[in-house]
């Protein structure tokens, strides 16, 4: 594009705000874009504030896994979490009655199964060896907590296993400490003390402090062994010997989890309009039950990882591969024969292009039986180009899900031309996601589309269906930026803000440059906004 | 008011599982000088009461269709229509996040995108224990997705208060004291005090190291393990009868059981009342956009369709089935209303029940299409001798926030307003 690169940082955060009839009022900040470009070069380091933020749901259930081996998913009992900008947050709320006693509760149980089936996970000391227990029971906390304990702390858990081994048992003295271990703030927050030095610049976070970071971000979960050892040993202030800890961890297994849930997170198949409680009506989908719709996200999870682990690594591949990995109950969707009945590559019809014409989320964004231009315009809008829509007006009629008129209606069509055209590009497809000649009015389909220019999107042109579209996306800058903004966002917890506006636009240039997933889950772990911490204030 | 640790003694003549609960309580002074202290109750189902012509009584309090099954209980029950929720003016989004404005009489506070938000203050459920000492019970099928539009109860901005969804569990830790055997309670109790001392060891030296924003969490999280340990240690347990009866373990995920469940919600609710556990409690049977797919033919109610769905199509088609499903669907919740109501009515209290010494507060957040500008809501039992029911009130227009104080009021409480005071007008007189 003729702008330079890094004028699309200003560009795309700007709020399509002015582009609505709406009332804003008081709603969310825009993001960065209501400050000029920044100057990054020679600039000190700089990271937004990360708040005090609690585990979510996946990361408690892969802690137990990992810590004690304990695949039952406790947390999937849990509140939901908290989300912000789309993606797992729980920084807002303050926990509640329902939420400590489901921690509580889940503690005691997880504590009791360890200790009953998994003992050697624990400790495989004879229980009378105290001094060897108490080292066990050290390493597991050090594990738990993602740092080593203070003197206090262990002197507590140590008093704690030697009174109730004594005015019990060994064994109810191990439950009660991993119960304990589950129950303190060290696990259950995302503690980050390290104060920032003399004023308010933001401190390289601690050794331990970056482990703890990069495994709940690159694997969901607690740090391994391996790199609590570097830690200890105080390499991860390394750059590069923090890159090659994150290739490391990028190619395990474990990262897997983190691929699929940025994926399901960013596709919106969670949280308000969720794949796995969406309602279809049965006498036009009988097909649907909860079968199907856990094989969408399985679907879309493989894929994710394929293409990011495994693949190209390409966001292009993402927005136009010809194929997927489907079932023989997703096959029969995609009017495809099956290549086997497990979920194996498969290749789709050529009005089908990556992650846009999915089932999992042409069936998310749309109703029971009718689709819906609002959510699959909005998804491009929104998560493609990183241009928020305001909310509807007031009062007004929302019963008709897809009301041409709204592009005539002075108080819709400001905002309902930034979604509805591109919305009906997915008239294609119905609201399962199966191919279709006629729309759910029975009229024939009419592929062209444009994208509404609100003037600061670089995509332009027509486009005749979804593939085409998925072109234009591709090839798009902003796209990319957006997307890059995206990653950020998962990775953080949070929405950015004007500190984080260097690191961001770094990560953005080497992802408008090469288009490489992997390049840019490595590069928002070596940004400063992801290694430095800004406390805000000295305690 | 400060808050004022109950003494709870009861004796109870339990005979089963259909037993009328009679417990005896301290002289325990309250404005009303009763036996019995009042107690509130709050009733939220989801969507609109339809239209003001589906709700409106008919002469003599004649009950339409849709709330026929109150009629065993109309001479409890208040109706108050014509309600306006006034904040809904200032409010960035109305419509279904109106059910933050609801109980508080705040607009909501929005963190991030869309429908990232929460109530932006405290809910009268919260207000009023806090006032009696107690903790109020939450329960209720609220819907699984995280934002603001499921969530009624909060203890204060930003501080959802999440509706417990398995009653099985509400029941465990609410008659926890009650159900485990002596001998067993007191060692259970010296295990958690051991680990929730060591873990409070923990928070308390954590705290003081976090920057002012982030400690505002972990004091609240101190607070709120305090009052576990509380609850966990220092029930009334040994010694102790309390006839009552733990509902049947239901998957509380599955749309079959959803009416079971949101019955044996309302048991545990009864009993904890009954008990003098909490004197507060709400239940919340749906979140703002509905509670599930109401194929549940023992209920009499058979839809193939969501309840969202059900509720739109009444406006978007509006055929003769649209219309006939709509009014089975608010029969239904109103079904579910009447259970609570037998429910309360059949503990004997003194001279009276439970429900004749209770405020139940029936709300819902809309009035029609999204709209908020006719709403009806309810109130039943007795209050203590200050509520009659067997009657029509029309509010006129008049804030639904003047019905919180007029709940409030009722509870003995000597406030004016609620909330914010420029969406208020004034308690809404019900004598």
Redesign the interface.
Known sequence: MGQPRWALVALVAIASVAACVGDIGDGPEAPIGQHDSPVCEGAPPNAGRTPLRRLSRIEYNNAVRDLLGDTSRPADAFIADEMVAGFASNTYALIDKTGLEDYFYAAESIAKSAVAQRREVITSCDLSDTACVHRDLAALARRAFRQPLDEDTKRELFALYDSSASDWNPRTALELVITSVLLSPHFLYHVELTPAEAGQLPALLSNYELAARLSFFLWSSVPDDELLAAAERGQLHDRLFLATQVERMLAHENARDTIASFGAQWLGLEGGHSLSSAYKDPAVFPQWDPDLAAAMRTETDTFFNHVVMGGDHALATLLLADYSFINSDLAELYGVSPNSTDFSKTSLPDDRAGVLTQASLLTAKAHARAISWVLRGKFVRERLLCEPVAGPPNNVDMNQPNDPDRLKDPHCKSCHLLMDPIGRTFDAFDALGRSRDVDDNGDPINLDGTIENAGQTDVTGGYRGVRELAEKLAASDQVAACFAREWFRFANHRQESADDACSIQQVQQRFAETGNIRDLILDIALSDAFRYHHTGDTP | MTARKLSRRHLLAGLGASAALIPLFNRIPSAHAADFPTRLVIYYTPHEPIGKSYWQPGPGFQLTEMLAPLNPHKSKILMVGDIDVVS????????HNLIGHILTNQ?NS???????F?AGGMSIDHYVAQALGV?PL?LGLA?????G?NRLSY??K???????KDPT?AYQ?SFADFIVPAEQLA?LR??RK???D??G???N??S???????????D??IE??N??EDRLLNGTGSGLSCSKVAPGPLDPDINANIPQLSRNHIDVLVQALACDITRVGTLQLGGSGGIG?PQWPSEGIDI???D??IA?DF??LGGAQEIADRIALERYHNQQFAYLLARLDAVQEGDGTLLDHTVVFYVKSMSH???ADEVMMMLAGGANGALSGGRYLSAGGGASADLLVTVLNLMGMSDTSYGNPSYCTGPLNVS
Do not use: C, M, W
Not at chain 2, 110 to 116: H, I, K, Q, R, V
């Open positions: 809904r003016h200032d409010a960035l989004r109305a419509g607009l929005y963190f991030g995108a869309d429908y990232e929460y903790t939450v819907g699984g997705t995280p934002y539009i203890t204060g930003d501080q959802p208060f999440h509706p417990e569990a830790s060692e010296a295990k051991r680990v929730l060591t873990v060891l923990q928070l030296r954590l003081p190291r976090l920057p002012a924003e982030d400690r505002i969490k972990l609240h999280h709120q393990a009052a576990l797919t193939a369709k969501d969202h769905d739109h406006y978007l299409n999204h709209d």
